[in-house]
């Protein structure tokens, strides 16, 4: 507990009052205003209890009175009381409360904004400590200065603090202002090959330098779409990953379907080219090496289409 002299105390001699009855020592008194009263050290002070002796001591700090002055003062005013021991002290704390960092971005957002920051970045400040300020006051936060680079997104800036009770404050502060994407993401883990619904997704606001590709951010871009690879849950999912349902990819294993005769056949094949339903694709017969041409069905198979010559693979590498 760190003990100071009320050095404001030692005020011009008034004369002395007879109180009407003995006073009584306040040991601890919380101050709900920016100065120090007589009736904060002493009950039944007598009529000049309520004479301002001093400021009080900064939000969220003490002083202590220690015996010694606490009986100057009690002579200097008047007050019928005197020390019984060194030990009688009287503690005067002030409330105090931190400036909420909201109110600090609350008055950096729109200075931000007005010299070409994103509106609705997202502010992180460097090495921020919030000030304390009276408790029973509402502060008020402005911007005086401030620096901005839209390369780096970095700032530096001087806040002025007002509150009642409180000297102005000035801060210096710091820190960068980061583009946001609301973008949509899985609400759990999702295996490859699962078709997305609506409640598949849930919001998540992430930096826009965050995201390397095209990422679905409306649910229009996900629903009935196949996921082409598994998704974790709450990681931004590109629009390259979703398919079609029925859509086949170059490489992948399909099935083809062989008109001969009002008869239908079914072949394996190797898509050499991928596709989405309705669209033409070139397949290969790993049996007889020859090249088709067919029409991808919503069910991932092949249509063979009527008149498509079979071509020898090797020639058919060789003409494209």
Known sequence: MRRL??????????????????????????????????????????????????????PGERI??????????????????????????????RRGRLLPR????????????????????????????????????????????LDYSAAGGRFAAALLVTAEGMAPLRLRLSGEVAEMADILVPAAALPAGAVLHAGD???????AAALHAEVVRDPAQAAGMVLR????????????????PGTVEKGAHVMMAVELGGLTASVQGVALSGGAPGERIRVLNPSSRMVVEGEVRPDGSI?????????????????R
Do not use: H, K, N
């Open 201 to 207: 997704l849930r919001p998540r606001r992430l930096r």
């Open 102 to 145: 909201e109110a600090v971005l609350a008055a950096l957002r729109p200075a931000l904004a007005g010299v070409g920051a994103p509106p609705d970045g997202e502010i992180a400040l460097t090495g921020y400590t919030a000030p304390m300020i009276p408790a029973e006051a509402a502060a008020a936060a402005s911007v005086e200065q």
């Open 64 to 93: 202590v009175v220690e015996a010694r002055q606490l009986a100057a003062i009690a002579r200097m005013f008047g007050v019928a009381w005197s020390p019984v021991s060194p030990a009688d002290v009287a503690v005067l704390e």
């Open 229 to 244: 690879r598994a998704a974790g849950a709450g990681v931004a999912l590109p629009l390259a990953d979703l398919l079609r």
């Open 303 to 319: 249509a063979v289409l009527a008149g498509s010559l079979p071509v020898p693979a090797g020639a058919e590498v060789a003409t």
């Open 5 to 58: 002299l009320l050095i404001a105390w030692l005020l011009p001699l008034c004369v002395p009052v007879v109180p009407l009855r003995a006073a009584t020592l306040r040991p601890m008194t919380t101050l709900l205003a920016p100065v120090v009263r007589l009736s904060d050290l002493f009950d039944d002070a007598g009529p000049l209890a309520a004479r301002v002796l001093g400021p009080a001591p900064a």
